[in-house]
C-alpha cells in the first residue's frame, strides 16, 4: 500500500481526490493546508484520518510514501525541496515554479535526494491526448510538424493567481504550460525547443499580467508548436490540439466535443469547470477527472513509486516547461525570437 501525504486542500487537490479515488494499493494518509479550517473539512469529505497545518508533519512522518504537492505556485519550491530533504518522493503540480531559477532548485534537490520525482502535468495524461500519442507512434498521420494547442477560460477560481509576484505570470504561464508539455508530448522529447516568439497583453480583466497569449516555439526539427490562452474567454473550459502530420491530422477536444448537451430553462446543475451558466444550451464535462487525464496521472505516479521508477513526467520536464515559457516573457518584452537555452 503506498500512502500518500498531500499538501493542499483547494481546487487541484479535490481533482487529485477525484483522480485517485479508483486507483489501487494508495491511501492519502494525510493532508496538510495552511488553515484549520480547510485541513479539518477537507479531510472530513474525504475521510482522511489526519490533517495537519505543519507541512513538517506531513513530509517527516516515516509512513508517508508519497509527498502530492497540491500547493499555490509560490509554495512550490519550498515544499518540494522539504519533502526531498526528509527523503520523500514527490509529485508537483502545475507549473512546476514561477520561473526557470526555482524549478531549477527544485530538479536539483530531487537529483541530490535520489527520490523519484512527478510532475503532474493532466495535459499529457488525458485519455484523448494519449490516444493521439498512440496513433503518431503507430506512424498514423506521418511526422508531426504543427501543433495548435487552446486553453482558455474566464480566469483563475483564487485570487493569488491575479498578483504575478506570487504566481509567476498571468495566462502564458497558467495555461502555457499545458501546451508546451502537448509541443513536447506530440513532437517527442528528444526533439529540442530552440526558439520562442510570443505576445501578450491584457485585455479584458484588470490585472498587472496578460491576460491573454500566444507563443510560438521552433524546435531543432523545423517543428513549429503554436499556443493560444486566455484567462477572458467566455464559455467555461477550451481545451484543444490538432497536430498536423505530413499523412494526417489529429484533433482533440475534451471540454466541447463532450457525448452530451444539454438544453434547460432551469438548471443543468454542475455542468464543467468555470462554466458560466448551468442555463440556456450547455455541454456538460462527463468524468472530468478522468478526461482531463488526473486519474491517468495518479495511477501513472503510484504505480512508478510501487516499482521504484522515474515517472515519465517528471521535474526535468517541468524545468523544460519553465525555460521555454521563460523564453516566451522574454519575447514579450523584446519582441523579437527568444534562444531558448537550457
Not at 32 to 59: C, G, L, P, Q
Not at 123 to 139: L, N, Q, T, W
Not at 172 to 194: E, P, Q, S, W
Not at 238 to 243: G, P, S, T, V
Request: charged residues 25%.
Amino acid at each position: 500500500m503506498i500512502k500518500i501525504g498531500l499538501l493542499g486542500s483547494g481546487f487541484v487537490a479535490t481533482f487529485y481526490m477525484n483522480g485517485l479515488r479508483d486507483v489501487p494499493n494508495q491511501k492519502v494518509e494525510m493532508v496538510y493546508s495552511r488553515t484549520e479550517e480547510h485541513a479539518k473539512a477537507f479531510a472530513e469529505k474525504w475521510k482522511i484520518a489526519k490533517w495537519t497545518t505543519d507541512m513538517n508533519e506531513v513530509v517527516e512522518n516515516r509512513e508517508i510514501d508519497l509527498v502530492i504537492i497540491a500547493l499555490p505556485n509560490f509554495m512550490h519550491k519550498d515544499a518540494a525541496i522539504l519533502a526531498c530533504k526528509s527523503g520523500k518522493n514527490v509529485v508537483c503540480t502545475k507549473p512546476l515554479a514561477r520561473n526557470r531559477q526555482e524549478a531549477k532548485e527544485m530538479l536539483e534537490a530531487a537529483k541530490k535526494a535520489g527520490v523519484l520525482h512527478g510532475y503532474a502535468e493532466t495535459e499529457v495524461f488525458s485519455p484523448a491526448v494519449m490516444k493521439a500519442r498512440d496513433v503518431i507512434e503507430r506512424g498514423g498521420i506521418g511526422n508531426v510538424f504543427w501543433v495548435r494547442s487552446r486553453e482558455a477560460h474566464f480566469g483563475p477560481h483564487s485570487e493569488w493567481f491575479w498578483d504575478p509576484s506570487l504566481s509567476g505570470g498571468g495566462a502564458l504561464l497558467d495555461m502555457g504550460c499545458h501546451c508546451v508539455a502537448a509541443f513536447r508530448y506530440f513532437i517527442g522529447k528528444d526533439v529540442k525547443a530552440v526558439e520562442a516568439l510570443a505576445w501578450g497583453d491584457t485585455l479584458v480583466h484588470s490585472i498587472k499580467s496578460e491576460d491573454n497569449a500566444v507563443l510560438l516555439v521552433r524546435f531543432e526539427g523545423r517543428q513549429l508548436g503554436q499556443a493560444e490562452v486566455s484567462w477572458s474567454s467566455r464559455g467555461g473550459l477550451d481545451l484543444r490540439n490538432e497536430i498536423y502530420g505530413s499523412r494526417g491530422v489529429i484533433f482533440t477536444d475534451v471540454t466541447r466535443g463532450t457525448p452530451i448537451t444539454v438544453f434547460t430553462l432551469e438548471s443543468a446543475g454542475y455542468v464543467v469547470e468555470k462554466a458560466e451558466s448551468e442555463r440556456g444550451w450547455v455541454i456538460p464535462c462527463v468524468d472530468e477527472a478522468r478526461v482531463y487525464g488526473y486519474h491517468e496521472e495518479m495511477r501513472h505516479f503510484v504505480e512508478c513509486v510501487e516499482r521504484g521508477e522515474m515517472p515519465r513526467e517528471n521535474f526535468e520536464d517541468g524545468y523544460i516547461s519553465n525555460v521555454i515559457i521563460d523564453a516566451g516573457y522574454k519575447s514579450m518584452r523584446t519582441g523579437k525570437w527568444e534562444k531558448i537555452t537550457y
